[in-house]
Each structure stands twice: as C-alpha cells, then as structure tokens.
C-alpha cells in the first residue's frame, strides 16, 4: 500500500497522512509520520532541531472539522489582503463564502509561502458526494411524485417502512439496516442497490454473506429484479479472473471466506460501486444487520 504523508509543522506536530490509521487514532500521528521525522532528526540533525523550535513560515490552509469550513493554520498576516479578508480573527474562513468558491481564490494565488493542505480535496470530494446524494433523494421523490419516477423499483411493490429503508440506504454513503428479522432487510437493500442502478449511479455491486446465505440472496435477487448476477465460486485463478470480467453482471455474490483472500484483487479489478455486508456481526452491530 502507498500513503503520502504531510509534514506541515514539526514545531507544532501539525501532520496529515492518508493512511486509516491517522484518519481514525484522534492522535494526530501515525507510523508513517513517526518513521519520517525519525528520518529526518537522523539524516538532517541541524534543520530539525531548528524546526522544533522554530515554527514554520509558511501559511497552511485546512480543514477544521469542527466548524466544517477551511481555515488558516498559521501565518495568517502572510496572505494577500484580499484573501486574509476571507477569514475572520481566528482565521477561520467567513460563514458567507463557500469552501468551494473560497478554494478557486486560493488556487488562484501565487503567494510562494501559500499551502494547502492534502487533506483539502478529498474533504471537497465528500462535501459534493454528501450534496450529491440530497439532491438525488429529492430529485427521486419529487419524480415520484409527478410519475416521471416509479415509486417501486422491483418486481413486487414494497411496504412503506421497506421503502423507507431503501432510501436511508440508497442515499446514504455508509448506512446501517437493523430491522428485526423476517421484515425484509434483503429485499430492502436489494431495491436500494435496483434504485442505484436506475438512476445510473451504480454499475457493479458487491454482496458479502456467509457461505451458506449465497443461494438465498440469488433466490432474492431473481425474485425481486431482472438484474444479472453472478456467485464466485472456485479457485483463486478462477475467482480472480470473475473479478476481472469487463462484462460483469450487476450483482456479485461472495462469501467472507473468500473476501479475506480476495479484497486487493476485488478493489482493484472489480471496483464495485456498492458493497453490502450481510449478517456483519460486531460488538456495535447486532447479528443480522445488512450494510
């Protein structure tokens, strides 16, 4: 696996690294950040310890999590007027300005001493794909309602509370389902995954279930949808060459089992759009649970 890693300032230990580690610790480092600054305190004694102690000239612009905005992480005074007026006292970006519209300005600047930080695009990315997903919803029950929509999107109609469930997971980026049993939380995430494919936002799809749960989602799936599907059976040579079919059917069922040895070759040659785990047991999910 490769991660970038991002040293902003050793003075203040303001670091980033892609890896999950550092994503889900809360300590603001991980190994990977560890190992470089041990690097760099043995191969450049001199200009580390001087950025131990000296904070860094440059002018870092990040994410702040907690207001859900950018903001300016030092240096603040080093930016162009017209820029510093888009943040207020504490350098946190004005409530009025969009992180979108204030990200053109920034790229647009040319001030030399001007980061931004790596953990900026992708928080973008997120911000649209969550806008993405509201307007989706509405767009799909606004169309509902003036018939340009079905309202079903499988083969038998489903109960109000199974289309409240498939909405909470089609126009979720990760959802939980934990209906009681026998209440339909398969067909419910069957019709999320149909809905998906509808509106065109899904092509692939991937099914994770116990060994002896494979035949009953096939059964489902037939029953509910016109959709192709596809079990993974075999070898690892045969299973990797499903994985790698540019034709590949909508639903590809597999067994946990096999997930253990197959994830990198399924991230890489599949790519599904979409993964359900079934009965996904953990301490905070409770058997039975369709994600």
């Not at 990760?174 to 026998?182: F, I, S």
């Not at 939380?185 to 092509?203: D, E, F, M, N, V």
């Not at 991230?267 to 993964?275: E, G, K, S, T, Y």
């Amino acid at each position: 696996m490769t991660y970038r890693a991002e040293i902003r300032d050793v003075a203040s230990r303001q670091f980033s690294c892609t890896c999950t580690d550092f994503r889900i610790n809360g300590l603001g480092a991980c190994k990977h950040i560890e190992a470089i600054l041990l690097q760099l305190s043995r191969r450049h004694r001199a200009e580390f310890k001087a950025a131990e102690r000296i904070a860094s000239p440059r002018t870092d612009i990040v994410v702040d999590p907690s207001a859900n905005c950018l903001r300016v992480e030092r240096n603040a005074s080093k930016l162009p007027t017209k820029l510093r007026a888009r943040f207020d006292g504490k350098g946190v970006q004005l409530e009025e300005l969009s992180p979108e519209e204030l990200m053109e300005e920034l790229n647009a600047c040319r001030s030399q001493s001007l980061r931004i930080s790596q953990d900026v695009r992708p928080w973008l990315e997120t911000r649209s794909l969550q806008q993405d997903r509201i307007l989706s919803r509405r767009a799909y029950e606004a169309g509902v309602a003036d018939g340009s929509y079905p309202e079903h999107v499988t083969q038998s109609p489903l109960f109000p509370y199974q289309r409240e469930g498939m909405l909470h997971l089609a126009f979720k980026e990760r959802a939980l389902l934990a209906d009681e049993m026998g209440l339909g939380k398969t067909i419910q995430a069957i019709a999320a995954c149909s809905l998906l494919h509808h509106l065109g936002k899904a092509r692939r799809m991937l099914i994770v279930t116990p060994a002896s749960l494979k035949a009953e989602w096939e059964e489902q799936i037939k029953r509910f949808t016109g959709l192709p599907l596809r079990l993974v059976f075999g070898g690892r040579a045969v299973r990797s060459q499903i994985y790698g079919d540019p034709d590949a059917p909508f639903f590809t069922i597999a067994n946990y089992e096999q997930i253990v040895q197959d994830s990198l070759d399924i991230n890489a040659r599949l790519r599904p759009d979409i993964v359900i785990l079934d009965e996904a047991s953990t301490e905070v999910c409770p058997r039975g649970c369709d994600i």
